[in-house]
């Protein structure tokens, strides 16, 4: 499809069990951005990919999340030894990066998360 | 410091009333970017506007306007004749034009729910 795509859609999980959550961005958006969302909360910046610069992993709440892209395309966000407090749905978005200018983002539908 | 305040949690109006939503940000910047973002039941952000620091001038897209006053650092969002289709929580945000990095992630603020009843 045109647009950015998220999987799985849902995931239930154990207390302990390591979870990946992967995005698709759309083609020829360099950039691309995780948040997470709790359940009526705003969204929360966990990290952002532009093209082969390093990430800014300033969002990432603790060292069991951890994400990495391939060049610029797909994504994959890793949280390790999940927590009850992880439940929420995380979203991933897209754009096309230009010099001084902020784009638009492009979102997914996000991938809902609930830890047991 | 940025940061972006949607003082209003909730909304509930009527079909075809008028309903605005505050946007109040801050930031030291002279240039920025302010932007509504819609998300509906579904759970997708929807794009709805972007407006530079600039450009003051205030844009209307069919039922939907935006007016943005620098002397009051708001960017009001308002719905007119609001239809049901338009329940959704809607979000506004704040991204520095240059920054450090180039990192652009975006301030959000908190969001307002609005439900628009039949």
């Known amino acids: 499809g045109a647009g950015v795509s998220q999987s799985p859609s849902n995931k239930v999980t154990e207390k302990g069990k390591d979870v990946e959550l992967r995005c698709d961005p759309i083609?020829?958006?360099?950039?691309l951005y995780w948040y997470r969302q709790r359940l009526g909360q705003g969204l929360e910046f966990l990290i952002y990919?532009?093209?082969?610069?390093?990430?800014?992993k300033s969002g990432l709440p603790s060292d069991r999340f951890s994400a990495e892209r391939t060049g610029e395309s797909v994504s994959t966000l890793t949280i390790q030894r999940t927590q009850q407090e992880d439940s929420a749905v995380y979203l991933c978005?897209?754009?096309?990066?230009?010099?001084?200018?902020?784009?638009?983002?492009?979102f997914g539908e996000g991938s809902r998360l609930t830890v047991l | 410091a940025q940061k972006v305040t949607q003082a209003q949690t909730e909304i509930s109006v009527v079909e075809k009333e008028d309903v605005t939503l505050d946007c109040v940000y801050e930031?030291?910047?002279?240039?920025?970017?302010l932007f509504w973002y819609k998300q509906p039941p579904s759970g997708e952000l929807v794009f709805l506007i972007r407006?530079?620091?600039?450009d003051e001038q205030n844009e209307i897209s069919g039922r939907y306007s935006w007016n943005f006053q620098k002397s009051t650092s708001s960017f009001n969002f308002t719905i007119t004749a609001s239809q049901v289709v338009d329940s959704a929580v809607y979000f506004c945000?704040?991204?520095?034009?240059?920054?450090?990095?180039?990192?652009?992630?975006?301030?959000w603020g908190l969001g307002t729910s609005l439900a628009v009843n039949p």
């Open positions: 945000a704040l991204s520095e034009a240059f920054n450090a990095g180039n990192n652009r992630k975006l301030i």
């Open positions: 083609s020829g958006h360099t950039a």
């Open positions: 407006r530079n620091s600039f």
């Open positions: 990919f532009q093209g082969n610069s390093a990430p800014d």
């Open positions: 930031t030291r910047d002279t240039t920025y970017y």
């Open positions: 978005a897209s754009s096309i990066y230009r010099v001084r200018r902020t784009g638009e983002l492009f």
